[in-house]
T-cell receptor, first 110, second 116 residues
């Protein structure tokens, strides 16, 4: 079983739709969580950190569920520019313990 | 803005060649990383460094070595390139002042290495 699992997609959604991705992690000692965005043929860039209380940044909302060991990303009012691969990251502390998911691909359609 | 640069975007080498991939960051970050990214496998950590001349193995260090002689520069070395090292190589850096918690990593544009 992978330490961090994501549905690879692709998720094809129309502009303006709301879409949600989940990511499950297997290491209960994980304490830091992030969502990164990776455009085609580009490097990953931090989208947002995920806090225990949940956090929101404009149209993006991230949630953490420690009991079920998953994090989620909700995108409201999808834009064409949101089309990318979204990488989930979990860390149990220290850099040896950082694990990236394989990513979920989102395609927003006009 | 943090800037992480890598010496080449595309590189083609032959089996057995020694390959150097260089990475430079301009934000005085303590930590630097080398990953490889392959379809279906995601990013996997090869080596990282938390200080000049310091290095730690990641998940897949076999066949690779690293060098960090200056704070801003982190080099990945393939002593004898093999076809299974064909991949996208990504360098990253992070500030490293978070008291042991994982902090944000800033990635370079990547080097797509093909070993023939």
């Amino acid at each position: 079983r992978k330490e961090v699992e994501q549905d690879p997609g692709p998720f094809n959604v129309p502009e303006g739709a709301t879409v949600a991705f989940n990511c499950t992690y297997s290491n209960s000692a994980s304490q830091s969580f992030f969502w990164y965005r990776q455009d085609c043929r580009k490097e990953p860039k931090l989208l947002m950190s995920v806090y225990s209380s949940g956090n929101e940044d404009g149209r993006f909302t991230a949630q953490l569920n420690r009991a079920s060991q998953y994090i989620s990303l909700l995108i409201r009012d999808s834009k064409l520019s949101d089309s990318a691969t979204y990488l989930c990251v979990a860390s149990s502390g220290g850099y040896q313990k950082v694990t990236f998911g394989t990513g979920t691909k989102l395609q927003v359609i006009p | 803005d943090v800037k992480v640069t890598q010496s080449s975007r595309y590189l083609v080498k032959r089996t057995g060649e020694k390959v150097f991939l260089e990475c430079v960051q301009d934000m005085d970050h303590e930590n630097m990383f080398w990953y490889r990214q392959d379809p279906g496998l995601g990013l996997r950590l090869i080596y990282f460094s938390y200080d000049v001349k310091m290095k730690e193995k990641g998940d897949i260090p076999e066949g690779y070595s690293v060098s960090r002689e200056k704070k801003e520069r982190f080099s990945l070395i393939l002593e004898s390139a093999s076809t299974n090292q064909t991949s996208m190589y990504l360098c990253a850096s992070s500030p490293g002042d978070t008291g042991g918690f994982t902090d944000t990593q800033y990635f370079g544009p990547g080097t797509r290495l093909t070993v023939l």
